[in-house]
Nanobody, 122 residues
Framework: QVQLMESGGGLVQPGGSLRLSCAASGSIASIYGMGWFRQVPGKQRELVATITSGGMTSYADSVKGRFTISRDNAENTVYLQMNSLKPEDTAIYYC????????????????WGQGTQVTVSS
């Protein structure tokens, strides 16, 4: 089974930057779609960004121009570079993956990480 592990979260001041990483292990040969989602307690989980194995990306309107998703297929890792962070970016960020990118986009993929906390505050 595929295992996902997020890292890179923490506390940062508004306007600062963080880079999240999601490392995949296990039987990952068929994992073509990966993405990042975030959730605040009491709120629905929402899409942040997704990427296919071929490098096609999508972003939530709220993060376009500030966040960049990328992946290193050789290292089996997906990244989220977050710049110009705002307090409203505060959330738990989850890595999500599936062989089908559409399943990831609709949050119906097979694999989820445990999440990493991002807090943007002065």
């Amino acid at each position: 089974q595929v295992q996902l592990m997020e890292s890179g979260g923490g506390l940062v001041q508004p306007g600062g930057s963080l880079r999240l990483s999601c490392a995949a292990s296990g039987s990952i040969a068929s994992i073509y779609g990966m993405g990042w989602f975030r959730q605040v307690p009491g709120k629905q989980r929402e899409l942040v960004a997704t990427i296919t194995s071929g490098g096609m990306t999508s972003y939530a309107d709220s993060v376009k121009g500030r966040f960049t998703i990328s992946r290193d297929n050789a290292e089996n890792t997906v990244y989220l570079q977050m710049n110009s962070l705002k307090p409203e970016d505060t959330a738990i960020y989850y890595c999500h993956a599936d062989r089908n990118i559409l399943s990831v986009l609709t949050q119906k993929g097979d694999y989820w990480g445990q999440g990493t906390q991002v807090t943007v505050s002065s």
